[in-house]
């Protein structure tokens, strides 16, 4: 089952959230689901050289939150916020007028993320640069940065061959059958001239969990700093009066 559907959907009840917030009637759901995917698609196209990882939409009554991530911000907000003020507005219009919050918050670590990493392959792909080049040195850098696994598959003319087919590479672990493991998807799409590439990415990224934070250590037998245990045979020692 893993290995066939997407593994942020796949997990949306565990461990991920869902890209879009809100609650509507059925008579206006389609509607509004339509108007999510124009502002992504608009914001997405505006600010294709900003590496947008991903846009998430909140509705409240007659407002609108749409929050982007960015792995470069800079280029979103613009010179003193002229770009960021237009975007909001062009946003409004593609809403009817609806009040328009823009949030924007920083992708500290790009090269693990697998939305921005399937994208620089594809403008890597589409600039001619071999795709075996290109996947190789996304996974090296993936790992060096502290990702336990990556996988990469890209199906289509690769290398402009008379035949498509599928090649992949992988390091590290990626089980997309563990709900707990924190798996993060991309899919993108390189227009070369051979035709189009699809490009997938899945990268497991190290999870904080409450074990790892206040378990001991199994190789020095100390608990970590803050933990409050009392050393052995004092456990019952009877308290002051």
């Not at 124009?38 to 997405?44: A, D, F, G, L, Q």
């Not at 991530?69 to 609806?98: M, N, Q, W, Y």
Request: net charge positive.
């Amino acid at each position: 089952m893993g290995q066939k559907v997407n593994p942020i959907g796949f997990r949306i009840p565990v461990t991920k959230a869902w890209q879009s917030r809100w609650y509507a009637r059925k008579a206006v759901f389609g509607d509004l689901l339509h108007e999510d995917l124009r502002i992504r698609s608009y914001v997405k196209e505006q600010l294709a050289q900003a590496a947008i990882a991903r846009v998430m939409i909140e509705r409240f009554a007659n407002r609108l939150r749409v929050t982007v991530f960015s792995g470069r911000p800079g280029l979103v907000i613009g010179r003193k916020g002229t770009e960021i003020d237009r975007i909001r507005g062009e946003i409004a219009k593609l809403t009817g007028g609806k009040e328009i919050y823009l949030e924007l918050k920083e992708v500290s670590q790009p090269e693990i993320e697998a939305q921005l990493v399937a994208e620089s392959i594809a403008q890597q792909l589409e600039k001619r640069i071999g795709f075996r080049r290109a996947m190789k040195r996304a996974i090296q850098t993936a790992m060096d940065l502290g990702a336990l696994g990556i996988k990469i598959r890209c199906s289509g003319r690769l290398g402009g061959s008379e035949l498509a087919r599928t090649e992949q590479f992988r390091d590290g672990k990626v089980p997309l059958h563990t709900l707990r493991a924190n798996i993060d998807y991309g899919f993108t799409e390189a227009r070369t001239v051979a035709g189009a590439i699809g490009i997938k990415v899945w990268i497991c990224k190290p999870e904080v969990t409450e074990d790892d934070q206040n378990g001991h250590d199994a190789k020095t037998r100390k608990a970590p700093k803050g933990a409050k245990r009392l050393p052995r045979g004092k456990r019952y020692a009877k308290q002051p009066a």
